[in-house]
């Protein structure tokens, strides 16, 4: 079973750009769909992006499409969140997952694997 760590999180102002990564560790990176999942204060977790295993298929929520985009080395063990024109909106902890899985998912009970996550906040 792999383990993940998030990274690349912090203050940004609004129409700025984060990179976040997930290192992952312990197991076949490259046998996991990996998702972004994130949570603001008093909400449930969310669904943001997903990618499959080969990075062949990516899926985005709604709200991040056109702004966000998901990638993957399977050669680093590390998937990646690049998100441009960052709104007040977005700030959350942003937690990647894997998820042992063969297409792209974005369901988050479908989940095994969390990261502890990494804190986003985007000022106006």
């Known amino acids: 079973q792999v383990h993940l760590v998030e990274s690349g999180g912090g203050l940004v102002q609004a129409g700025g750009s984060l990179r976040l990564s997930c290192a992952a560790s312990g197991g076949t990176f490259s046998s996991y769909a990996m998702g972004w999942f994130r949570q603001a204060p008093g909400n449930e977790r969310e669904f943001v992006a997903a990618?499959?295993?080969?990075?062949?298929?990516?899926n985005y929520a709604d709200s991040v499409k056109g702004r966000f985009t998901i990638s993957r080395d399977n050669a680093k063990n590390t998937v990646y969140l690049q998100m441009n024109s960052l709104k007040p909106e977005d700030t959350a902890v942003y937690y990647c997952a894997a998820a042992y899985f063969p297409g792209v998912i974005n369901v988050r009970e479908k989940y095994d694997v969390w990261g502890q996550g990494t804190q986003v906040t985007v000022s106006s």
């Open positions: 990618i499959r295993w080969n990075g062949g298929s990516t």
